[in-house]
Nanobody, 119 residues
Framework: QVQLVESGGGLVQAGGSLRLSCAAS????????MGWYRQAPGKQRELVAA???????VYADSVKGRFTISGDNAKHTVYLQMNSLKPEDTAVYYC?????????????WGQGTQVTVSS
């Protein structure tokens, strides 16, 4: 089992910055990949940024150049630095750990942290 705890959300004005943190605990396997998703009211949860295949990263087009994902493998933590925030970035942000074991995919989620960007 894996537990994920996010922190760092809050209220910020448009153009501002926030840094989200996610600390993972539990049992880990090589190949586990961590990332960030978000869900705005009335919308589906969507990928924001994630590590894939080791240190490679993927970003949603809407956040490229503004958000940066980073991590500390030794501490099983992942961060999301969000700059030049826009009102459309308002959402609940979820930390995710994706795992593939014996051909089966597993997703673990944190409880979410609210990010609100005012115009």
């Amino acid at each position: 089992q894996v537990q994920l705890v996010e922190s760092g959300g809050g209220l910020v004005q448009a153009g501002g910055s926030l840094r989200l943190s996610c600390a993972a605990s539990g049992l880990f396997f090589g190949g586990d990949a961590m990332g960030w998703y978000r869900q705005a009211p009335g919308k589906q949860r969507e990928l924001v940024a994630a590590f894939i295949s080791g240190a490679n990263t993927v970003y949603a087009d809407s956040v490229k150049g503004r958000f940066t994902i980073s991590g500390d493998n030794a501490k099983h933590t992942v961060y999301l630095q969000m700059n030049s925030l826009k009102p459309e970035d308002t959402a609940v942000y979820y930390c995710n750990l994706a795992r593939v074991r014996a051909g089966a995919k597993y997703n673990y989620w944190g409880q979410g942290t609210q990010v609100t960007v005012s115009s």
